[in-house]
Each structure stands twice: as structure tokens, then as C-alpha cells.
């Protein structure tokens, strides 16, 4: 009998601390979706060294939207501390750029309507938030940064890349289309002079590919520094596929490089692709007549 007595009072102490964790549990959500004066203010440390405040880390502020309700709730958070829109951590990343990399929507929106510069690159990298939503394919982070006016082809990369020479690079057409639909340049080039075409041949990024081929004023035909088109790059990678499609968007294949090659020349077999650029201009012709 008095092993059953403790028995149920070790169950009755259990029960009554889960109570209490829970309903401490609630009433600090509670205090959290007020969001007044009483919220706790718990010390976290910012970029600055030797420096604390409530959350303003745009990953901190991301886990406090997720339980707390959403955007109002960082826009709070960052009302409190409104300078930190403007800071940076120690790799020389603003608040936007750490936000865009870790694809946070919600914060990147709040920081661009509390003043957030969307063209302002990161010090170390040189890369801005929207370059950033373009190598990591963050669709809804670079729409964002569209609709608040960023400049699509102002800003460049240490190496001379756009933001959608990045998308075409990294095969995200989500991005490269977004970008195009809202005044990219296709024909930018970067410092070795490749186009978003011939990065996106380069690396085997065929619905970039065919995104570009389409767009209204793109050279088929820009030669990078080596002298060679998308087309000799296309052959080189032995991409059948998209050097024939190149073709027959109107590339030519009887431009030369600096070594004085065509694309076909650059083959493993040079009769075969000759043919083969040869059957596709034929087909072209024949539908014209």
C-alpha cells in the first residue's frame, strides 16, 4: 500500500510541473503577441562587438515572425531599433544582404520599407542582395527587391557578372525570366566578356538557354575573350541539343575564334557537327522559299 501512495504522489508532482511549464509557456506567448511594454527583452548580441539588444539578427527576427504572427511583429522589433536596418556584421553584410541570403521574405520587405538600401552590396563580396537571390535561386526574394525598384543591371560583381548572368550561371530561369521581364540586359558582359548566353551554355543551363535565345534583342553571336560564341562553347561541352537549337535561332556557325576555328572545327568530330549545322540551315532555308 505504501509503494502505491508514493507511486501516485511522484505522478501528482509530475503533473502539476508540466502544469506549471505550460502555463508559463502560455503566458509568455501571450506577452509575445502583445508585443507591448512588457515583452521580455531578452539580450542578444548584433553584429556590433560588445553591443546587445531586443532581436533585431534577421534570423532571429524570421523565428520571432514564425511564432509571433508575421511581419507586424518585425516591424515592431525593428521600430524599436531602427538603426540596425542600416548596419552590418563582420563579413561586411547589410541586414538586407544576410536576409536575401537565408531567403527571408518576409524581413527583406519590412527592411526595404524601413529605408533598407536594395542596390547596396555587401563590402567584402561585392554582391547585392538581388545577386544573392540570383545564385541561390531565391524567386520570391529577388521578386521583392524587383518591386522595390532595384537596379536589375547597375550593380556588378567583382568579376563584372549581373544578377542574371548569376541566374544564368546557376540554371535558376525563374529568376533569369523574372529579371528579363523587367528590363535586364541579355547582351551585359562580364570583364572575360561572356554573356548571361554563354554562362548559361558554359554550365549546361539549357532553360536559361532557351529563355535567352527568345529574348527579343540578345547576340547570338558575342564573342567572349577567347573570340568564341555560345555556339563554339556549346561544342566544346559536346551539347548537341543546344548547339543545334543556337543554330536555328539564327547563330552562325562560320564565325571564328582568335585561332581562327569555327564551332564545328572545336568538335571531336568536325564532319559530324558540319553536317548537322549544315542540315539545320537547310531545313530553315526550305521553310523560307
Request: with cysteine.
Amino acid at each position: 500500500m505504501m509503494m502505491v501512495m508514493m507511486w501516485r504522489l511522484a505522478v501528482v508532482v509530475v503533473v502539476l510541473a508540466v502544469s506549471a511549464n505550460a502555463i508559463g509557456f502560455l503566458r509568455g506567448l501571450r506577452g509575445a503577441q502583445r508585443l507591448g511594454p512588457t515583452l521580455p527583452r531578452y539580450p542578444v548580441r548584433l553584429y556590433q562587438p560588445r553591443r546587445y539588444a531586443t532581436a533585431v539578427d534577421p534570423l532571429l527576427l524570421s523565428t520571432c515572425a514564425h511564432v509571433v504572427g508575421g511581419r507586424d511583429r518585425i516591424q515592431v522589433l525593428l521600430d524599436r531599433e531602427r538603426h540596425q536596418v542600416f548596419s552590418r556584421d563582420p563579413l561586411g553584410r547589410t541586414q538586407l544582404v544576410v536576409a536575401a541570403v537565408n531567403n527571408l521574405a518576409d524581413v527583406v520587405s519590412v527592411l526595404l520599407e524601413k529605408g533598407a538600401d536594395p542596390n547596396e552590396p555587401c563590402s567584402l563580396t561585392g554582391l547585392t542582395p538581388l545577386m544573392h537571390a540570383a545564385v541561390r535561386g531565391h524567386r520570391d526574394i529577388a521578386w521583392v527587391l524587383v518591386r522595390h525598384g532595384v537596379a536589375v543591371d547597375d550593380a556588378r560583381s567583382g568579376t563584372g557578372y549581373t544578377a542574371l548572368m548569376f541566374a544564368a550561371e546557376r540554371d535558376h530561369p525563374g529568376i533569369a525570366s523574372l529579371l528579363l521581364a523587367n528590363g535586364a540586359d541579355a547582351n551585359a558582359r562580364s570583364t572575360n566578356k561572356r554573356s548571361a548566353l554563354h554562362l548559361a551554355v558554359s554550365n549546361g543551363s539549357d532553360n536559361v538557354v532557351r529563355l535567352l535565345v527568345n529574348a527579343a534583342d540578345v547576340d547570338l553571336d558575342a564573342k567572349d575573350d577567347d573570340g568564341r560564341t555560345a555556339l563554339h562553347i556549346a561544342v566544346l561541352k559536346d551539347a548537341v541539343g543546344t548547339a543545334l537549337r543556337l543554330v536555328a535561332y539564327g547563330a552562325d556557325p562560320t564565325l571564328t575564334d582568335d585561332h581562327g576555328k569555327t564551332a564545328a572545327d572545336l568538335a571531336a568530330d568536325p564532319s559530324a557537327y558540319a553536317a548537322m549545322f549544315a542540315g539545320v540551315l537547310a531545313s530553315i532555308h526550305n521553310r523560307h522559299e
